[in-house]
C-alpha cells in the first residue's frame, strides 16, 4: 500500500540534543498528523495539522503542515530520556477519513546516555 | 490513555483458521477503523465502519471484514488466515462531522495476531 516518505529511519543522540524529522508525499493531504508509538502499544496522537502553513507546539514538540499540503516535519527540542520511541507521520485525505491515514514508515529515535 | 480498548491482546492461530478481533471505542466516537501494522512498518489502512456501515476500505481482500455496533464497537473478522497476516492490528476511532476531532484518530494498544 501507499505510504509516505519518512526521514531519517533512525537517529541517534544525546540528551539535550534537538531532533528534526520530517515526511513528503507525492500527492496532497489535508490533515497530517504525528503519533509516537512505543514497544508493545498503540500509536499516541502527538500533534494534529488542519490547514496548510500551519505551525502547531504540544510542549517540547513542534510541527509544521506544509504550505504545499504535500509535507509536514517535526521537531523536538532539548530531547530526554523519555523521548526514545518511534515517531510516525500520517496524512489523510478526506474530512470525513473515509480513505483511512496513510503512514510513514517511522523515524527511530534512540538518544545515548 | 486514549480510551479505545481492544481485546484479546495476543492470540496465535493455525494457517487456514478464522480469527475475530474486538475493540470498544472512545466515548463519544462514532466512527472506528481498522489497520494492520506488520513489523518495521508503519500501520496500513483496512477499513473504517460509520453508522454500522463500511464507509471505507484500503487494499486489503474481502477476507478481511468487519462489523460496527450500536454502541459504536467494532469487530474485525479475517477468514483463512495466511501466514503474511501476523502482524499488530490496531483500532482507532473518532468523531465524524467535528473539524477539530473528526480527523483526530485515536488508537488502541492493538491486537498481536500470530499465524502458524
Known amino acids: 500500500g501507499q505510504q509516505l516518505n519518512q526521514s531519517p529511519q533512525s537517529m541517534f543522540i544525546q540528551e539535550g540534543e534537538d531532533v528534526s524529522m520530517n515526511c513528503t508525499s507525492s500527492?496532497?493531504?489535508?490533515?497530517w498528523l504525528w503519533y509516537k508509538q512505543e514497544p508493545g502499544e498503540g500509536p499516541v496522537l502527538l500533534i494534529a495539522?488542519?490547514?496548510?502553513?500551519e505551525l502547531t507546539s504540544n510542549g517540547r514538540l513542534t510541527a509544521q503542515f506544509g504550505i504545499t499540503r504535500k509535507d509536514s516535519f517535526l521537531n523536538i527540542s532539548a530531547s530526554i530520556p523519555s523521548d526514545v520511541g518511534i515517531y510516525f507521520c500520517a496524512g489523510q485525505v478526506s474530512g470525513g477519513g473515509a480513505d483511512g491515514l496513510t503512514f510513514g514508515k517511522g523515524t527511530h529515535l534512540i538518544i545515548q546516555p | 490513555e486514549t480510551g479505545v480498548t481492544q481485546s484479546p491482546t495476543h492470540l496465535i492461530k493455525t494457517r487456514g483458521q478464522q480469527v475475530t478481533l474486538r475493540c470498544s471505542s472512545q466515548?463519544?466516537?462514532?466512527?472506528v477503523s481498522w489497520y494492520q501494522q506488520a513489523l518495521g512498518q508503519g500501520p496500513q489502512f483496512i477499513f473504517q465502519?460509520?453508522?454500522?456501515?463500511?464507509?471505507g476500505r484500503g487494499n486489503f481482500p474481502p477476507r478481511f471484514s468487519g462489523l460496527q455496533f450500536p454502541n459504536y464497537s467494532s469487530e474485525l473478522n479475517v477468514n483463512a488466515l495466511e501466514l503474511d497476516d501476523s502482524a499488530l492490528y490496531l483500532c482507532?476511532?473518532?468523531?465524524?462531522?467535528?473539524?477539530?476531532?473528526?480527523?483526530?484518530?485515536?488508537f488502541g494498544e492493538g491486537s498481536w495476531l500470530t499465524v502458524v
Open positions: 495539522l488542519y490547514k496548510a502553513g
Open positions: 482507532a476511532s473518532s468523531l465524524a462531522g467535528s473539524r477539530s476531532s473528526g480527523n483526530t484518530i485515536y
Open positions: 465502519y460509520y453508522r454500522e456501515e463500511e464507509n
Open positions: 466515548s463519544g466516537h462514532n466512527t
Open positions: 500527492s496532497i493531504f489535508n490533515t
